[in-house]
């Protein structure tokens, strides 16, 4: 049995040096490790990694290509690793925009698709297939969660903002799925926006309560920067997407005091989280963030998975697939008739560590066995 790595840019840099064997699995893994939001793919590859090597196995061979964040390039490497190198799973996408890109296509040819991180709602729903797996969450999970945390804790006028893609939408309109009360406004932003200012003016000229905003990677941090020296006053909820522990670190004192939702923290108390969280910081001297876990969870899925199966028997693959024999670092977990996790989402608070460094301590649950509402579209 063997496992191998391979990494690169656009192509890839080293060979495999070991002899394949018919029974050995290839996982092709296009994720984004350059660029805005590098850091998702990274902790995303580093988890999965963690957990191949913990599991002892040499029989399942990684090849790693960075997507740069670009639609076109990831539709080209799925296409590369697909009819080049004949993998028989593959993973690793960060955006939805890239997850709408290849998915299709991919799970069309008859690949399997597992996503540790992206979870657009028309995959979840009237573009659902038997070879899609979503590890991670429906992309309304997280929001629609604090959505029901927040009208629980009597915020009776937010205001909710997202950047303008799938994801974004997704955001706000899982949001508005589970708070069921007045929305003061929505704002849509663009990707990639490094300057808030025009958006802190309409939130300061509100009348609202309470600001819920989805602002993944950097223009998380662009906004926590420049709302702290705005000056205005309003309490912050958002999904664990703008508040992981690089983020957290990168913004500073702003960020202390607001709540996420996440469907997993670093101080869940169960044996797989604690084995995953020492792991980790053992292996890469940090604590993993919210994709690492996910990143993880995929890989030890796979894992369980091919205990039964080989994924050249795709029905009985498949059926592994979705008995989800492992455990999750997040507690429950289990799939929904779409492919789509039915897990708890939590509620973590940003507070000062022991080091003086923002962290997030988990401080409960916000919806237990939450299920998203695109299932019934999902003809499977």
């Known amino acids: 049995m063997k496992m191998i790595s391979r990494f690169g840019l656009g192509l890839l840099l080293s060979s495999s040096l070991a002899t394949a064997h018919a029974d050995d699995v290839k996982i092709g893994m296009i994720t984004t490790l350059s660029g805005g939001g590098s850091h998702l793919g990274v902790d995303v590859r580093d988890g999965f990694m963690?957990?191949?090597?913990?599991?002892?196995?040499?029989?399942?061979?990684?090849?790693?290509?960075?997507?740069?964040?670009?639609?076109?390039?990831?539709?080209?490497?799925?296409?590369?690793?697909m009819q080049r190198d004949e993998v028989d799973i593959l993973t690793g996408i960060i955006w939805s925009n890239l997850a709408m890109a290849v998915v299709p296509s991919v799970t069309r040819q008859g690949t399997f698709y597992l996503s540790p991180n992206a979870g657009p709602s028309d995959l979840a729903g009237r573009m659902c297939h038997e070879n899609y797996f979503n590890v991670a969450y429906q992309n309304d999970n997280l929001h629609g969660a604090m959505g029901a945390y927040m009208r629980e804790e009597g915020y009776e006028r937010p205001i909710i903002m997202a950047p303008n893609y799938p994801a974004g939408t997704d955001a706000l309109a899982g949001f508005k799925h589970l708070y069921e009360?007045?929305?003061?406004?929505?704002?849509?932003?663009?990707?990639?926006?490094?300057?808030?200012?025009?958006?802190?003016?309409?939130?300061?000229?509100?009348?609202?309560?309470?600001?819920?905003?989805?602002?993944?990677?950097?223009?998380?941090?662009?906004?926590?920067?420049?709302?702290?020296?705005?000056?205005?006053?309003?309490?912050?909820?958002?999904?664990?997407?703008?508040?992981d522990e690089i983020l957290i670190k990168a913004v500073g004192s702003a960020a202390i005091g607001a709540r996420n939702t996440s469907l997993w923290a670093y101080d869940l108390e169960n044996e797989a989280n604690e084995?995953?969280?020492?792991?980790?910081?053992?292996?890469?001297?940090?604590?993993?963030?919210?994709?690492?876990?996910?990143?993880?969870?995929?890989?030890?899925?796979?894992?369980?998975?091919?205990?039964?199966?080989?994924?050249?028997?795709?029905?009985?693959?498949?059926?592994?697939?979705?008995?989800?024999?492992?455990?999750s670092v997040r507690g429950e977990f289990r799939f929904g008739p779409n492919h789509h996790p039915i897990q708890d989402i939590y509620v973590r608070e940003v507070v000062e560590g022991d080091d003086g460094e923002p962290t997030n301590r988990l401080i409960g649950v916000a919806v237990e066995d939450i299920q998203d509402v695109y299932f019934e579209q999902c003809q499977m």
């Open 275 to 327: 084995r995953f969280v020492e792991g980790f910081r053992e292996a890469y001297d940090r604590t993993p963030t919210l994709y690492a876990a996910q990143g993880y969870d995929t890989a030890n899925l796979i894992l369980s998975a091919l205990e039964t199966a080989h994924p050249d028997d795709k029905d009985a693959f498949r059926e592994a697939l979705r008995a989800a024999d492992f455990d």
């Open 181 to 243: 009360g007045e929305v003061v406004d929505e704002l849509y932003t663009q990707m990639g926006q490094t300057d808030y200012a025009a958006e802190i003016a309409q939130i300061r000229a509100s009348d609202a309560d309470s600001l819920f905003f989805f602002l993944p990677g950097g223009m998380g941090i662009s906004f926590m920067k420049q709302w702290e020296s705005s000056g205005v006053d309003m309490p912050i909820f958002g999904a664990a997407f703008s508040f």
């Open 50 to 81: 963690l957990a191949l090597e913990q599991s002892g196995r040499d029989d399942v061979e990684v090849l790693i290509q960075d997507d740069a964040n670009r639609p076109d390039l990831a539709r080209s490497l799925a296409n590369e690793f």
